[in-house]
Nanobody, 126 residues
Framework: QVQLVESGGGLVQAGGSLRLSCAASERTFSSYTMAWFRQAPGKEREFVAAIIASGGTTYYADAVKGRFTISRDNAKNTVYLQMNSLKPEDTAVYYC???????????????????WGQGTQVTVSS
């Protein structure tokens, strides 16, 4: 069982920045791909970004490319999402997720991820 705990959400003005963190309970954290998803009110959950086990490869949704950066610190069992130039349309609950079947592969479909955090709210005001 992998427990994921997100933190770092909050209220920020458009153009501002936030850094989300996701701490994992498992010591094998460095063995699988991690991702961030988000869900806005009335919308389906969508993929945001992912990073492979080693941290050597990342992948982003077009909507956040160039503004968000995903990274991980395997020594701390933590994955991060640095969000810059935030827009009101980035408002959502952000979730981290673990894909235990992937070490070097990145998958964008949420149903393929095995464990999820409880989510952290990000609100961007205009």
């Amino acid at each position: 069982q992998v427990q994921l705990v997100e933190s770092g959400g909050g209220l920020v003005q458009a153009g501002g920045s936030l850094r989300l963190s996701c701490a994992a309970s498992e010591r094998t954290f460095s063995s699988y791909t991690m991702a961030w998803f988000r869900q806005a009110p009335g919308k389906e959950r969508e993929f945001v970004a992912a990073i492979i086990a080693s941290g050597g490869t990342t992948y982003y949704a077009d909507a956040v490319k160039g503004r968000f950066t995903i990274s991980r610190d395997n020594a701390k069992n933590t994955v991060y999402l640095q969000m810059n130039s935030l827009k009101p349309e980035d408002t959502a609950v952000y979730y981290c997720a673990a894909d235990l079947n992937s070490i070097t592969r990145i998958r964008t479909r949420g149903s393929l991820y095995h464990y999820w955090g409880q989510g952290t709210q990000v609100t961007v005001s205009s």
